[in-house]
């Protein structure tokens, strides 16, 4: 039996040392065999496939939808639902063309892009640079560039065309707006353009009065908000990473200018234990502070928690001390107070704003990644997820042994038992060594058996998906709100 402290990482490398398990080493097409399952298995689908699809454009099927679901919930949960500073809130999508103008949108929302002479393909400037420069120190420095500095480096490097591989045939850089602008109205005449959100936080310190006075909140507190955003990228691409449509999970933490700093520290932490406790490797994750230069206008401070994609370091998570600018910029437009007062304090003052903003779909491509592995057992190969249990689509799988009553009836009640507290799949089809191999690759953690013996003796076998062992277990166990909320193997 595994001990119950081991962690997935170590369970899995545990259960394949005592099999004599032979590890598939990483390689440079991870993403492309991640992407070839997730397509296979009904994770994520190309967007409009059915006319061609759409550049950049997904669909979560069926398992995608579950385990999106559940890595909102656990945001939801460990950053609103379990804190007692923290209240929620949703939203509209769509505000007042104002607000954008007020947050600085409209002028200054924008990324350097460039136009390639010899295929017309457009394409962001510093992410070509920061394809082709060798340190970490030369990378950051790109984001405090001019355009004509961006160009100069562009030429000194002899950076090429990644869809024709020209070089020296970019036009020079200009500033591309990522807002996507549509209009309201009944008729071209009377429409007005109105802006689909970039980001949740807006909404959030336009209603910072409305929350506070209701909720009746002291400083601190944070807003929790998850829901949809648009972003016109120009280069949107490595699959969930960047796309044009995402779903967002920010808190914005509203604080004391003199206490800011701390609270800035503390959420960085914050959302580094949440990964790892989802089931990220510590290996697979870094912190980079953002150096003075590289600081957005509005900014105190960065951190991004970085992955390390099959594609090199990126952001994952992105926390910022945001200071007291968009409350203050909202107040000069609107002429309304946004001031906070501090009754035994006697003072009124600005808050700070901490935020923590992270990409439901950039997290889930990050689990996925992290969790994906390659085994041979016994010269067969074994494609696994390792998911946390609270983020993997099915905690359960229940399967009959073999097509035929009494046990479909006995594994069928299982299944309707065991939906109340849990995702639970139900699979008839196929062998019951074929099922194992399936509900593996979709992370599954536990398969429940329900075989002839079941009939006798109510138990079923319990087939745990890191190490493969299996164990006889009473259904009345299972059944236990304990197991069915913590489903360890070793709980049993």
Avoid at 97 to 105: E, F, L, M, R
Avoid at 176 to 187: E, I, K, P, V
């Amino acid at each position: 039996m595994l001990p119950r402290s081991c962690s997935i990482s170590s369970r899995a490398a545990l259960g394949a040392a005592r099999r004599g398990f032979a590890k598939k080493p990483a390689t440079d097409n991870l993403q492309e065999r991640l992407v070839a399952l997730c397509r296979h298995r009904g994770f994520i689908f190309p967007g409009s496939e059915l006319y061609g699809g759409l550049a950049n454009s997904f669909d979560y099927g069926p398992l995608g939808a579950l385990m999106k679901k559940n890595v909102m919930d656990r945001w939801w949960f460990e950053f609103v639902q379990r804190r007692p500073d923290c209240v929620g809130l949703d939203s509209s999508v769509l505000l007042n063309s104002a607000v954008w103008t007020a947050s600085g949108h409209v002028d200054n929302f924008t990324d350097p892009m460039t136009v390639c002479s010899g295929c017309n393909s457009r394409v962001r400037v510093d992410q070509l640079l920061e394809a082709k420069l060798q340190t970490q120190e030369e990378i950051d420095a790109v984001a405090a560039m001019s355009l004509p500095e961006m160009d100069a480096l562009l030429v000194q490097h002899d950076v090429a065309c990644p869809s024709c591989g020209q070089t020296r045939s970019f036009q020079p850089a200009k500033k591309f707006n990522l807002l996507f602008r549509t209009n309201m109205g009944a008729t071209d005449e009377t429409c007005d353009w109105i802006y689909l959100r970039p980001e949740t936080a807006q909404g959030a310190y336009i209603n910072f009065a409305n929350v506070q006075s209701t909720m009746r909140k002291k400083l601190p507190f944070g807003v929790g908000q998850m829901g949809k955003s648009f972003r016109n990228e120009i280069s949107p691409g490595h699959f969930l990473f960047r796309t044009r449509e995402f779903e967002q999970l920010e808190l914005q933490f509203f604080t004391h200018p003199d206490e800011s700093d701390d609270w800035y520290r503390y959420w960085v932490d914050q959302c580094y234990d949440f990964l790892t406790k989802y089931g990220i490797k510590p290996e697979n994750l870094r912190k980079h502070e953002h150096p003075a230069e590289e600081l957005a206008h509005y900014a105190r401070a960065t951190t991004d928690i970085q992955f390390k994609y099959p594609f090199g370091w990126s952001e994952l998570w992105g926390i910022a001390n945001r200071t007291s600018y968009d409350l203050k910029k909202h107040m000069d437009a609107s002429g309304k107070s946004l001031k906070y007062q501090d009754l035994v304090a006697k003072e009124e003052f600005l808050p700070h704003v901490i935020e923590p903003a992270l990409g439901a779909g950039r997290v889930m491509l990050s689990m996925l990644l992290d969790a994906y592995d390659e085994e041979e057992v016994n010269g067969r190969k074994r494609t696994v997820l390792h998911l946390h249990p609270d983020i993997a689509p099915y905690r359960f799988a229940v399967l009959p042994l073999v097509k035929k009553e009494p046990l479909l009836e006995v594994a069928q009640k299982l299944f309707e038992d065991l939906c109340g507290g849990a995702s639970v799949d139900y699979d008839v089809a196929g062998s019951i060594g074929r099922r194992y191999r399936r509900q593996d690759e979709i992370g599954t953690p536990m398969c429940l058996t329900v075989d002839f013996d079941t009939l006798e003796d109510k138990c079923v076998t319990v087939r745990d998906r890191d190490s493969m062992e299996q164990k006889r277990v009473p259904i009345e166990q299972i059944l236990q709100g304990t197991s069915v909320k913590h489903s360890g193997f070793s709980s049993f």
